[in-house]
Protein backbone atom coordinates (compact mmCIF):
# COMPACT_ATOMS: atom_id res chain seq x y z
CA UNK A 1 0.00 0.00 0.00
CA UNK A 2 2.77 2.41 0.62
CA UNK A 3 4.30 1.79 -2.06
CA UNK A 4 2.00 1.93 -4.52
CA UNK A 5 0.74 5.38 -2.76
CA UNK A 6 4.67 6.92 -3.03
CA UNK A 7 5.10 5.84 -6.51
CA UNK A 8 1.46 7.26 -7.78
CA UNK A 9 2.79 10.93 -5.41
CA UNK A 10 5.86 11.04 -7.97
CA UNK A 11 3.98 9.67 -10.99
CA UNK A 12 1.00 12.03 -11.36
CA UNK A 13 0.45 16.15 -10.57
CA UNK A 14 -1.48 15.90 -7.78
CA UNK A 15 -5.24 16.19 -8.24
CA UNK A 16 -7.48 18.02 -6.18
CA UNK A 17 -9.21 15.22 -4.74
CA UNK A 18 -5.51 13.62 -3.59
CA UNK A 19 -4.94 16.26 -2.02
CA UNK A 20 -7.75 16.38 0.29
CA UNK A 21 -7.42 13.44 0.91
CA UNK A 22 -3.78 13.51 2.09
CA UNK A 23 -3.87 17.11 3.58
CA UNK A 24 -7.10 17.11 5.33
CA UNK A 25 -7.89 13.36 6.10
CA UNK A 26 -4.58 12.12 6.80
CA UNK A 27 -4.48 9.13 4.80
CA UNK A 28 -1.00 7.70 5.27
CA UNK A 29 -1.84 8.22 9.33
CA UNK A 30 -4.28 5.78 9.73
CA UNK A 31 -1.73 2.72 8.23
CA UNK A 32 -1.01 0.33 10.34
CA UNK A 33 2.78 0.45 9.76
CA UNK A 34 5.70 1.17 11.79
CA UNK A 35 9.86 0.57 11.24
CA UNK A 36 12.29 1.75 13.27
CA UNK A 37 13.84 3.09 9.90
CA UNK A 38 15.47 6.36 10.52
CA UNK A 39 14.16 7.84 6.86
CA UNK A 40 11.03 5.93 7.71
CA UNK A 41 10.25 7.79 11.30
CA UNK A 42 11.44 11.02 9.44
CA UNK A 43 9.10 10.89 6.87
CA UNK A 44 6.53 9.81 9.63
CA UNK A 45 6.95 13.06 11.46
CA UNK A 46 6.46 14.96 8.09
CA UNK A 47 3.71 13.57 6.96
CA UNK A 48 1.94 14.18 10.57
CA UNK A 49 1.95 18.36 9.30
CA UNK A 50 -1.38 19.91 8.97
CA UNK A 51 -2.12 22.20 6.50
CA UNK A 52 -4.37 24.70 7.44
CA UNK A 53 -5.46 26.12 4.42
CA UNK A 54 -5.76 23.56 1.88
CA UNK A 55 -6.19 25.67 -1.29
CA UNK A 56 -2.79 27.01 -0.72
CA UNK A 57 -1.37 23.57 0.33
CA UNK A 58 -2.68 22.83 -2.66
CA UNK A 59 -1.63 25.04 -5.07
CA UNK A 60 2.37 24.47 -3.23
CA UNK A 61 1.86 20.83 -3.88
CA UNK A 62 1.27 20.85 -7.68
CA UNK A 63 4.27 23.34 -8.26
CA UNK A 64 6.26 21.30 -6.42
CA UNK A 65 5.40 18.40 -8.75
CA UNK A 66 6.04 20.58 -11.73
CA UNK A 67 9.63 21.78 -10.13
CA UNK A 68 10.81 18.79 -8.94
CA UNK A 69 9.54 16.02 -11.54
CA UNK A 70 7.85 17.34 -14.78
CA UNK A 71 8.62 20.31 -16.43
CA UNK A 72 10.73 19.72 -19.81
CA UNK A 73 13.59 21.50 -18.69
CA UNK A 74 15.73 21.51 -15.30
CA UNK A 75 13.70 19.05 -13.60
CA UNK A 76 15.37 19.49 -9.98
CA UNK A 77 14.78 15.94 -8.93
CA UNK A 78 14.15 13.52 -11.84
CA UNK A 79 12.69 10.16 -10.80
CA UNK A 80 14.40 8.55 -13.59
CA UNK A 81 17.09 5.85 -12.45
CA UNK A 82 19.55 6.27 -16.01
CA UNK A 83 19.58 9.83 -15.10
CA UNK A 84 21.71 8.79 -12.01
CA UNK A 85 22.80 5.09 -12.91
CA UNK A 86 23.72 3.83 -16.62
CA UNK A 87 23.69 0.21 -15.34
CA UNK A 88 27.26 -0.29 -16.44
CA UNK A 89 28.63 -3.10 -14.54
CA UNK A 90 31.97 -1.82 -13.07
CA UNK A 91 33.62 -5.13 -13.55
CA UNK A 92 32.93 -6.17 -16.99
CA UNK A 93 32.44 -2.90 -18.64
CA UNK A 94 29.17 -3.83 -20.25
CA UNK A 95 25.78 -2.81 -19.98
CA UNK A 96 23.98 -4.39 -17.44
CA UNK A 97 20.57 -5.65 -17.59
CA UNK A 98 18.15 -2.58 -17.77
CA UNK A 99 14.65 -2.08 -15.82
CA UNK A 100 12.81 -2.78 -19.25
CA UNK A 101 14.95 -5.92 -19.62
CA UNK A 102 14.15 -6.91 -16.19
CA UNK A 103 10.08 -6.47 -16.76
CA UNK A 104 10.30 -8.39 -20.48
CA UNK A 105 11.92 -11.78 -18.15
CA UNK A 106 8.71 -11.94 -16.30
CA UNK A 107 6.60 -11.12 -19.15
CA UNK A 108 5.58 -7.79 -17.52
CA UNK A 109 4.58 -4.20 -19.78
CA UNK A 110 4.24 -1.27 -17.96
CA UNK A 111 0.85 0.12 -18.52
CA UNK A 112 2.86 3.70 -19.06
CA UNK A 113 4.67 2.44 -21.70
CA UNK A 114 5.11 5.07 -24.50
CA UNK A 115 4.29 7.24 -22.18
CA UNK A 116 6.18 7.08 -19.08
CA UNK A 117 10.09 5.41 -19.45
CA UNK A 118 10.39 2.47 -17.76
CA UNK A 119 13.46 3.56 -15.74
CA UNK A 120 11.00 6.13 -13.93
CA UNK A 121 11.03 5.28 -10.06
CA UNK A 122 7.06 5.04 -10.26
CA UNK A 123 7.40 2.22 -12.89
CA UNK A 124 9.88 0.30 -11.12
CA UNK A 125 8.26 0.71 -8.05
CA UNK A 126 4.68 -0.83 -9.56
CA UNK A 127 6.86 -3.62 -10.89
CA UNK A 128 8.60 -4.33 -7.50
CA UNK A 129 5.10 -4.40 -5.61
CA UNK A 130 4.23 -7.30 -8.35
CA UNK A 131 7.47 -9.27 -7.75
CA UNK A 132 6.09 -9.13 -4.49
CA UNK A 133 2.34 -10.44 -5.19
CA UNK A 134 3.92 -13.31 -7.31
CA UNK A 135 6.12 -14.39 -3.94
CA UNK A 136 3.38 -14.05 -2.11
CA UNK A 137 1.44 -16.47 -4.06
CA UNK A 138 3.42 -18.79 -3.85
CA UNK A 139 3.61 -22.27 -2.12
CA UNK A 140 6.81 -24.15 -2.92
CA UNK A 141 9.83 -23.38 -0.70
CA UNK A 142 12.34 -23.27 -3.60
CA UNK A 143 10.61 -20.76 -5.55
CA UNK A 144 9.97 -18.53 -2.70
CA UNK A 145 13.55 -18.34 -1.83
CA UNK A 146 14.41 -18.04 -5.84
CA UNK A 147 11.81 -15.31 -6.06
CA UNK A 148 13.21 -13.64 -2.78
CA UNK A 149 16.65 -12.93 -4.72
CA UNK A 150 15.00 -11.99 -7.66
CA UNK A 151 12.83 -9.27 -5.70
CA UNK A 152 16.90 -8.18 -3.49
CA UNK A 153 18.07 -8.24 -6.79
CA UNK A 154 15.93 -5.42 -8.48
CA UNK A 155 15.67 -3.34 -5.73
CA UNK A 156 19.63 -3.55 -5.56
CA UNK A 157 20.13 -2.69 -8.74
CA UNK A 158 17.27 -0.34 -10.08
CA UNK A 159 16.38 1.34 -6.50
CA UNK A 160 18.53 1.06 -4.09
CA UNK A 161 21.26 2.05 -6.85
CA UNK A 162 20.19 5.66 -7.04
CA UNK A 163 17.04 6.36 -5.02
CA UNK A 164 19.50 7.86 -2.43
CA UNK A 165 21.14 10.29 -4.71
CA UNK A 166 17.60 11.16 -5.98
CA UNK A 167 15.78 11.54 -2.15
CA UNK A 168 18.87 13.87 -1.21
CA UNK A 169 17.87 16.14 -4.42
CA UNK A 170 14.09 15.96 -2.88
CA UNK A 171 15.28 17.10 1.07
CA UNK A 172 17.44 19.95 -0.82
CA UNK A 173 14.94 21.47 -3.79
CA UNK A 174 11.54 20.16 -2.44
CA UNK A 175 9.34 23.25 -0.83
CA UNK A 176 6.70 21.18 0.57
CA UNK A 177 7.10 18.99 3.52
CA UNK A 178 5.18 16.38 1.98
CA UNK A 179 7.26 15.74 -1.23
CA UNK A 180 10.18 15.77 1.45
CA UNK A 181 8.67 13.07 2.76
CA UNK A 182 7.83 10.89 -0.12
CA UNK A 183 11.59 10.59 -0.89
CA UNK A 184 12.39 9.76 2.59
CA UNK A 185 8.79 6.77 2.24
CA UNK A 186 10.58 5.40 -0.55
CA UNK A 187 13.86 5.11 0.63
CA UNK A 188 12.89 3.39 3.70
CA UNK A 189 10.47 1.18 1.87
CA UNK A 190 12.73 -0.29 -0.09
CA UNK A 191 15.24 -0.30 2.17
CA UNK A 192 13.30 -2.27 5.30
CA UNK A 193 11.82 -4.90 2.14
CA UNK A 194 15.28 -5.64 1.13
CA UNK A 195 16.49 -6.43 4.96
CA UNK A 196 12.95 -8.54 4.88
CA UNK A 197 13.92 -10.68 2.14
CA UNK A 198 17.57 -10.49 3.05
CA UNK A 199 16.21 -11.86 6.78
CA UNK A 200 13.91 -14.61 5.19
CA UNK A 201 17.63 -16.53 4.75
CA UNK A 202 18.42 -18.48 1.46
CA UNK A 203 18.30 -22.24 0.82
CA UNK A 204 21.12 -24.23 1.40
CA UNK A 205 21.74 -27.53 0.37
CA UNK A 206 22.65 -30.05 2.95
CA UNK A 207 24.47 -33.10 2.02
CA UNK A 208 22.44 -36.05 0.46
CA UNK A 209 20.16 -33.22 -1.31
CA UNK A 210 20.40 -32.96 -4.75
Known amino acids: MLLYFAGSMITYEPSEECIVDFLKNGIVKTLPVSSSNPNFILAASQLRYTCDDINLCGRQLKEDFVRLFSRSEMKLAPAIESVYHNNLNALTGRQSESASEF??????????????????????????????????????????????????????????????????????????????????LIVACTEDLRSFFSEEGQVTHQPGNS
Not at 103 to 127: A, C, M, P, T
Open 103 to 184: YNSYGWVSKFRGKIQDDHLGVELLFLTRLIDKFLDLDDKVCRVEMKNEIIRFIDNHILSWVGEWNSKIQANSNTLTFKAIGS
